[in-house]
């Protein structure tokens, strides 16, 4: 199969960095280009295959690294937009796209002959007949683990069962996400009354008031956001708005149109069974092998060790909570209380704050100028570089020495067929090999202010600010040989830990002084709010451990029960819940879970399943890291040159708890986290 000399991916592109022509891409060149880009990769795999030559890393890694360039380019492109800009042909194109790549993965891997050939690499490279890098041997550790991950040694007959489970998950997963984004779209709430807004920021209300424009209805339009908890909880006054929000977010995915029960039920059941087919006792010890964790044992351990505390902290904050107002305590009047408290004590007004955080000056004089401090790097804007949509801004990243490190692709703010939430993701990955330097985007969902006013951020905006540049940094600043294992090609319950490490530089004393200045009148941000906002990071943590506590062990609960215990109907679903919650120690009314299962996209979407444990693993890193950045003098060039050599650049290319011994010379220790949401015992 041969793809049209027209189709912009038909050859790489000759923008700077290899940027996606945009401009010339439409919806219709997507497909034919994956199409043929599987082929091609197949056809590229096999040659490496059937290669008579004795096994070396050129002829085998190298040449497995090289092959899939086209499937590549369409990809980077089609996962970029189709999160960030969708319509109902690019969903559709993504649901064709799903299955096609798993099956692709069991082709691969599965492949019995190609496997034969990296283990005949492998021999020799141990008997000590082929050189090989450090890098390269690692490639060839983790690629044998994938293989026999995938079945390989599996007899026919259950190779094949795998296959059409793999598929079916693919398509259950796109079909879950895109019902969830749905439902979440139809359950935004609707206000006609104002006085229901007292209370209600003017950037909110603003916010409000487009969404409801955008959907031809008078008043305002409170959008979901992906999770339990909601922004405009805790500024409404308004209790019967704020139940009516709150209601609105846990009731998504249980009932109607919109019902992702029978999915998700489905794809628990499923993923059980492959399990099983392949030696492991459930999910969560196949995903657990794979990373940093090694054991779901451990994962247990870890989480168990927060909640305790967590929970007793929480209800420690809900009883100074209670004593705020007369009714009692219900779940969507914490966010609201809460603040209320953070003002009092830390004189903390999210409102107050808004004007000092001005988008333009947070993204220059604070995430930038953080990377530059620490790394070296500066950035200059390229508004002559196409985005796939007006609001899409390209950015060139410069090393020390003036040569060019990648490009920066910035997707700020809030729309109509935008996922939720905020991540990161690569156009192209850095790699020696090619010499192709990465091309990094970022997504935010700010809400879009009216024409021609400034976008002033709230205090959590800024933080997701410099935690996706995190993510962007691992993979600009990547320095590897393969593709493969470049800038955040790691596992999963590390990937989180360099974007939770740079948000650490939100509150350096010094940026906050330069980004954080009134958008009108010039005015730094006074130094006394400063101190507040450092002390203030350590209140409500137990009601937030808990929530994130509740959402990683409900995960662990949907991927370690056994087949024959999982619900099998969707009326099953809400006591299995309950249960998992309950027996976790987790089922606090008042601290709900992040995610209740029917809206829970990062397990049954994304690739988080039995790993949204990851974000607290990783943080058990971040607090490591972040206390020794401050015990070595905090934002230094000299700090950030060994942070970027001994862990950003290395990415994939070595067992990156290796880099990470490297990098702090000693295992990371918990008590660190413990200390910064207030668990010590
Ligand atoms: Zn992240």
């Known amino acids: 199969m041969s793809l049209d000399t027209a189709n912009p991916f038909a050859a790489p592109s000759t923008l700077p960095y290899q940027l996606t022509p945009w401009r010339s891409v439409r919806p219709e060149h997507y497909l034919p280009a994956?199409?043929?880009?599987?082929?091609?990769?197949?056809?590229?795999?096999?040659?490496?295959?059937e290669d008579d030559a004795p096994p070396t890393v050129i002829n085998v890694i190298d040449a497995w690294e090289r092959s899939g360039q086209l499937l590549g380019r369409a990809l980077g492109a089609f996962w970029t937009v189709q999160p960030a800009d969708t319509t109902d042909e690019l969903d559709a194109i993504d649901a064709a796209i799903s299955p096609m790549m798993a099956r692709l993965g069991d082709a691969i891997y599965q492949d019995a002959a190609l496997y034969a050939r990296v283990v005949a690499l492998n021999e020799r490279v141990e008997a000590g007949e082929v050189d090989a890098d450090e890098a390269a041997r690692y490639w060839l550790e983790t690629h044998l683990r994938d293989f026999v991950r995938a079945g390989v040694g599996l007899p026919a007959a259950d190779q094949a069962q795998l296959r059409e489970l793999n598929a079916r998950l693919a398509e259950l997963t796109s079909a879950f996400g895109r019902t969830a984004l749905a439902g979440s779209n139809a359950a935004a709430v609707e206000v006609t009354d104002e006085a229901e807004l007292t209370g209600v920021s003017d950037a909110t209300r603003a916010a409000a008031r487009a969404a409801a424009q955008g959907r031809g209805l008078d008043g305002w339009l409170f959008e979901l956001d992906s999770c339990t908890p909601q922004g405009v909880l805790s500024e409404a006054s308004d209790r019967g708005l704020r139940q009516r929000v709150h209601t609105a977010a846990i009731s998504r995915g249980w009932s109607g149109e919109h019902d992702t029960r029978t999915l998700l039920v489905e794809i628990a059941r499923l993923r059980a069974e492959r399990a099983g087919l392949l030696g492991f006792p459930h999910h969560a010890e196949y995903v657990a092998a794979d990373a940093c964790a090694k054991t779901s044992e451990a994962v247990r351990a870890m989480l168990g060790r927060l909640v305790p505390a967590a929970v007793r902290n929480a209800r420690a904050e809900a009883s100074e909570l209670a004593e705020l107002q007369d009714q009692e305590l219900e779940p969507w009047d914490w966010e609201f209380l809460a603040e209320k408290v953070k003002a009092q004590r830390y004189s903390f007004d999210s409102g107050l704050l808004r004007p000092y955080l001005e988008l333009?000056?947070?993204?220059?004089?604070?995430?930038?100028?953080?990377?530059?401090?620490?790394?070296?790097?500066?950035?200059?804007?390229?508004?002559?570089?196409?985005?796939?949509?007006?609001?899409?801004?390209v950015f060139e990243v410069f090393d020390g020495d003036g040569s060019g490190v990648g490009l920066f692709v910035a997707d700020f703010y809030t729309r109509a067929g935008k996922q939720g939430g905020a991540w990161m993701n690569n156009?192209?990955?850095?790699?020696?090999?090619?010499?192709?330097?990465?091309?990094?985007?970022n997504n935010l969902n700010i809400a879009k202010p009216p024409a021609g006013t400034a976008t002033l951020l709230s205090w959590e905006e800024v933080n997701t600010m410099f935690h996706e540049f995190g993510h962007a940094l691992h993979g600009l600043l990547s320095d590897v040989r393969y593709s493969s294992q470049s800038g955040a090609n790691t596992p999963r319950d590390f990937v989180e830990f360099p974007s939770q490490v740079n948000e650490m530089w939100a509150l350096d004393a010094g940026l906050l002084r330069r980004y954080a200045v009134h958008h009108s009148t010039g005015e730094p941000l006074p130094a006394a709010w400063i101190e507040n906002l450092r002390a203030a990071e350590v209140f409500n943590q137990g009601w937030a451990t808990t929530e994130m506590l509740g959402a990683s062990?409900?995960?662990?609960?949907?991927?370690?029960?056994?087949?024959?215990?999982?619900?099998?109907?969707p009326d099953e679903v809400e006591a299995f819940e309950r249960a998992a919650l309950?027996?976790?120690?987790?089922?606090?009314?008042?601290?709900?879970?992040?995610?209740?299962?029917?809206?829970?996209?990062?397990i049954f979407e994304g690739g988080y399943a039995a790993a949204y444990y990851s974000y607290l693993w990783s943080e058990v890193l971040d607090a490591d890291t972040g206390a020794w950045f401050l015990a070595n003098g905090g934002l230094t060039r000299e700090n950030g040159q060994r942070y970027r050599d001994l862990l950003l650049a290395r990415g994939g290319s070595v067992d990156v708890m290796d880099s990470y011994r490297d990098f702090r010379g000693a295992d990371p220790d918990i008590s660190h986290l413990l200390k910064r949401r207030g668990l010590n015992e």
Not at 44 to 49: F, P, Q, S, T, Y
Not at 427 to 441: C, R, S, T
């Open 360 to 393: 333009e000056r947070v993204l220059h004089e604070g995430v930038f100028e953080a990377a530059t401090a620490l790394y070296g790097v500066t950035f200059a804007e390229r508004g002559d570089l196409p985005g796939y949509n007006d609001d899409v801004r």
């Open 34 to 49: 994956v199409e043929a880009g599987i082929a091609e990769r197949l056809a590229e795999l096999r040659a490496i295959a």
């Open 553 to 569: 062990l409900l995960d662990q609960a949907w991927h370690t029960t056994p087949l024959d215990e999982l619900p099998a109907v």
């Open 427 to 441: 156009i192209v990955d850095q790699n020696h090999l090619l010499g192709q330097l990465p091309v990094v985007v």
């Open 582 to 602: 309950a027996a976790a120690g987790v089922d606090y009314p008042l601290a709900p879970t992040r995610y209740r299962s029917t809206y829970f996209k990062h």
